[in-house]
């Protein structure tokens, strides 16, 4: 079947499209929509033309407060004024609110919005609430399908005065049969990488960011060295903590036994190498690299946070540890690494825990709420 018309995909980062939306982007194309995104490209921008998308380069900030953020508001209100559009989607909390304000002032609709995780959340600094909750609050009123990604999200979004349906899905998905694939293909990923066959391997996949909190593994890895000198960890991701991440790595004497290895597409690669995959965050909405490491039949290592434990099932699929406690993400980690047999029983627990995350079955979903809100808009242009 082939639509006509325009949609638009709006993050503060080129970044998080391409790594979360590009199978949402392909299957309004395949539709015959025309799709376009506006975000801040941070170096990224080009990614998007294999795609067939035009890019809007806005000039959106993380930071709520900064006055660049006005200069976005008004990319956009020039932008909605110039082009027509039969629905928006939103992600991420500054673009979504910008965008929402935008078109709440030019009275279009309909509005969707991805909520990747809230920023207020149960054990959240004061200060996410103070800006984050009433940001998010007012602007559900100008949102005409507002999407959960956790339970404890979607729990709170639904006392919200959304302008619309609240829906909860199984995050963004993960294609376990692909991936399954892709990592037994990728045997040879301790070789490229100089890694002995036996040398305990740990693997982090995450923004180099204050939030993804390296810190905390990374203290712990000190302890790993301990009992296995030749251990190795992992970090792949690029982001502003880089150097101070690298700084505390030479500091704890781990200089040799942590790689830094940058913005990499060859996740099922590394995550072959590895004997366990961890993540340490502050917060997450719902990672999708918990699901990557339990479709590729890997433990886990996650703090106890929202997000993390909607996936990791501790003791049958990984560990959860508190957050900020490096004594016992060392001894977990210890435990993990030394025991072969445990990590292949939690291994192929997560392979069947992951198959409610599978991507087949999220884009059908997502296919669902598409449909819904795009006949709508197709119904208001028919009365005017």
């Known amino acids: ?60 900030q993380r930071r709520p407060l900064s006055v660049r953020n006005l200069r976005a508001f ?9 082009r027509r559009y039969a629905l928006v989607h939103v992600h991420t909390p500054v673009a979504a609110f910008i965008t929402r304000l935008t078109l709440r002032l030019l009275h279009f609709r309909p509005v969707l919005y991805t909520a990747h995780g809230l920023h207020f959340f149960s054990g959240a600094p004061l200060w996410n609430w103070l800006l984050y909750f009433p940001m998010e609050w007012i602007a559900s009123r100008w949102t005409d399908g507002l999407i959960l990604i956790n339970r404890e999200d979607y729990d709170r979004a639904r006392s919200f005065p959304v302008r619309g349906e609240v829906f ?11 991936f399954d694939k892709a990592v037994t293909e990728a045997s040879g990923g301790r070789q490229e990488l100089g890694l ?6 740990a693997l982090v996949v995450a923004e180099l960011s204050r939030v993804k909190n390296h810190e905390q593994v ?3 890895w000190r302890t790993v060295v301990r009992e296995f000198p030749d251990a190795v960890l992992l970090l792949a991701g690029t982001g502003e903590r880089r150097l101070k991440l690298e700084r505390l790595a030479e500091m704890l004497g781990l200089k040799h036994h942590v790689r830094f290895l940058g913005f990499r597409m060859d996740v099922p690669r590394l995550m072959a190498a590895a004997d366990v995959v961890v993540l340490t965050s502050r917060r997450e909405g719902l990672p999708r690299v918990v699901l990557e490491a339990m479709a590729a039949g890997k433990p886990v290592v996650a703090t106890n946070v929202r997000g993390n434990r909607d996936l990791v099932t501790d003791g049958r699929t990984g560990c959860l540890v508190p957050l ?3 004594a016992e993400t060392a001894r977990t980690l210890l435990q993990l690494l030394k025991d072969r047999g445990l990590r292949a029983r939690f291994g192929e627990e997560g392979k069947r825990r992951v198959q409610e995350y599978d991507l087949a079955q999220v884009r059908r979903a997502m296919a669902r709420i598409y449909r819904r ?12």
């Not at 025309?34 to 035009?54: D, I, Q, S, T, W």
Request: charged share 20%.
């Open 218 to 220: 990374l203290r712990a």
């Open 324 to 326: 900020g406690d490096v």
């Open 196 to 201: 002995g066959e036996n040398t305990p391997v």
């Open 1 to 60: 079947m082939r639509e006509t018309g325009r949609v638009l995909f709006v993050a503060t980062v080129a970044r998080h499209l391409l790594a979360f939306h590009v199978p949402y982007i392909r299957l309004l194309q395949e539709w015959g929509y025309e799709v376009e995104v506006a975000c801040n490209p941070a170096g990224e921008g080009a990614l998007f033309a294999p795609l067939g998308v035009r890019l809007h380069k806005v000039p959106f």
């Open 74 to 82: 008004f990319y956009l209100l020039r932008l909605f004024k110039a």
């Open 373 to 384: 809100y795009l006949a709508e808009r197709e119904r208001q242009e028919k009365l005017h």
């Open 168 to 178: 909860m899905l199984p995050g963004i998905g993960v294609d376990t049969a692909s």
